[in-house]
């Protein structure tokens, strides 16, 4: 069974960095999109962005400014670093894998979220 | 960015009702169209993905239809714990954009 698990600072000031890692177990981490998806309290799924084990990435161009994402294969994890964060940015942050079938993409896994917060 | 936009936002309904949520996206999607059920505190799971293919180990009483622009998602028996938040997705084109979501409540 394929499981996805975020993990990180609960909390973090405005302006500074929010870092999350998502760690990969059930299934090896390669050779599938690998995404970040966030929901604001009352408010919808907003999707962040995908990275491929290859390394490229796309971005949400709300957020490209703001975002890069990483991933260590021998570790089967993806990373997310969210720069110069403000209280909007307060949220739960899920990462989600998508399965690639000819044409079609779609997220199969998700992982339980977790909920960062932006304050001082 | 292609706007997703679901009705109705809230529905009431009964175990054994059928229920059906409507997506409309802002332009043609094709069938690059998934939903998405969520309960508070655990992780969304993917019910329909290419507008009507049911994902694995999902219940047969959910379908999907659609293309182009207009979507539905059908329960045709509500059992009890189909009660959740239901979302719709598109993938045709990044950034990929969901719905607003569709709360479904016990009567």
């Known amino acids: ?120 | 960015d292609i706007q997703m936009a679901q009705s109705p936002s809230s529905l009431s309904a009964s175990v054994g009702d059928r229920v059906t949520i409507t997506c409309r996206a802002s332009q043609s999607v094709s069938s690059y169209l998934s939903w998405y059920q969520h309960k508070p505190g655990r992780a969304p799971k993917l019910l329909i993905y290419s507008a009507s293919s049911l994902q694995s180990e999902v219940p047969s009483r959910f379908s999907g239809s659609g293309s182009g622009t207009d979507f539905t998602l059908t329960v045709s028996s509500l059992h009890p714990e189909d009660f959740a938040t239901y979302y719709c997705q598109q993938s045709y084109s990044t950034p990929y954009t969901f719905g607003q979501g569709t709360k479904l409540e016990i009567k």
Do not use: H
């Open chain 1, 1 to 120: 069974q394929v499981r996805l698990q975020e993990s990180g600072p609960g909390l973090v000031k405005p302006s500074e960095t929010l870092s999350l890692t998502c760690t990969v177990s059930g299934a090896s981490i390669s050779s599938f999109y690998w995404n970040w998806i966030r929901q604001p309290a009352g408010k919808g799924l907003e999707w962040i962005g995908r990275i491929y084990t290859s390394g490229n990435t796309n971005y949400n161009p709300s957020l490209k400014s703001r975002v890069s994402m990483s991933v260590d294969t021998s570790k089967n994890q993806f990373f997310l670093n969210l720069r110069s964060v403000t209280a909007a940015d307060t949220a739960v942050y899920y990462c989600a894998r998508a399965y690639v079938s000819g044409s079609y993409d779609y997220f199969d896994y998700w992982g339980q979220g977790t909920l960062v917060t932006v304050s001082s």
